[in-house]
């Protein structure tokens, strides 16, 4: 079974709600990113979600713009993504999902990044700018590797596109909770937890939160209307600001597991 599902099925049997991390690749080099993420894992976090570093997003805030700089210049690459997974699996079992945008993807090549990503490791792709309707050619070359798809929705994303999203999705809907990009602005939560009852309804798949999320406060308040949340900003944040970032990134990975778990 893949490891995303399996993690569902344990939260939901200990009635907890996952917490995914969201850290980019290679910041702020390989090494320090490959003792982050395994930080991450040792301190409450079920799913990681490696961030591709790219020079073009269209989605990710500044503070995510400038992370994925920093690897970038640092050396990090689409095939270095791949051995970082791998690495990991050396010392942790937790589910990895790899976020990228589709053209560092069809540019290393659809059947090779399967193969690859399989080989590694590797429990899901999040795409962002990679729709369901163009999503046919890498859906097959993933086919058999296990590997899930996983999709985002919109806080304006109508009910028949919810179910089209869920179609021949896997592992989890990741519902973006406010318009904009990740890590500005606050959180309506009245109008999130309102949303996310919505899409609950409507998806067969776990409904996790994310954009916006960034303290245990916010966890806590949201821990009862998904089946998640995802923290990507507040966590790139401590990496750019410096020190002793693994100690501080598990501290913060602490405090939000706190907070998810109040409930």
Known sequence: MNRIDEKFRQLAAEN???????????DPDYETSLQIMQ???????????LGVPFSDPTAD???????????LRAGMRFSKAIQLVADLRKTTQTPIVLFSYYNPIFKYGLERTAREAAAAGADGFLIVDLPPEESGPFAQALDGTG???????????????????????????????????????????????????AVKRLCPLPVCLGFGISSGEDAAALSDCADGVIVGSALVRIVAEGGDVVSRVAAKIRELRAGLDRR
Request: net charge positive.
């Open 16 to 26: 907890r709600k996952a917490l995914i991390s969201f850290l980019t690749v290679g």
């Open 39 to 49: 930080a991450a894992a040792e301190n409450g976090v079920d799913i990681l979600e």
């Open 61 to 71: 805030g500044p503070v995510i713009q400038v992370a994925s700089q920093r690897a």
């Open 147 to 197: 590997i899930h798809i996983i999709r985002l929705a919109a806080p304006t994303t109508r009910e028949e596109r919810i179910r089209k999203l869920s179609d021949g999705a896997g592992g989890f809907l990741y519902l973006i909770t406010r318009m904009g990009v990740t890590g500005t602005g606050g959180l309506d939560f009245d109008a999130v937890k309102k949303r996310a009852a």
